[in-house]
C-alpha cells in the first residue's frame, strides 16, 4: 500500500494515522491504526487470503469486526475507496 495515499485518505476522512505496516514480503499485506474521534480502528488488507478488514478496538484490546470484504481483484485505488466509504459509514 502506498502510504502516502493511506495517510491522505484518513486524513482526509478526518482520522488520525496512529501506526501503519506494509508487509511487500507477505503476499502485500499491510494494517494500520487509526484513531477517528475518540474510537481506535484497524484496517487489514490480508492480500493472501483476499480480505480487506475493518475493526473498531475496545479498551481491553478486543476488537470488533465492522466490515470485511473479499478483495482479491482490489488494487489500492479501490482498497482506498472502500475503506474511505467504511469510514464514511461510521456516523450513521
Not at 492480500?47 to 481483484?73: D, F, H, I, M
Request: aromatic share 14%.
Amino acid at each position: 500500500m502506498n502510504q502516502v495515499a493511506l495517510y491522505a485518505a484518513l486524513q482526509e476522512a478526518g482520522c488520525t494515522v496512529i501506526s501503519f505496516e506494509d508487509h511487500p514480503q507477505f503476499f502485500g499485506n499491510w494494517l494500520a491504526h487509526f484513531k477517528k474521534g475518540q474510537q481506535l480502528f484497524e484496517v487489514v488488507s490480508d492480500n493472501r487470503e483476499g480480505w480487506l478488514t475493518l475493526w473498531r478496538k475496545a479498551a481491553n484490546g478486543k476488537g470488533e469486526r465492522l466490515y470485511e470484504v473479499q478483495s482479491t481483484t482490489f488494487d489500492e485505488v479501490k482498497e482506498l475507496h472502500v475503506l474511505k466509504s467504511w469510514i464514511g459509514d461510521l456516523h450513521r
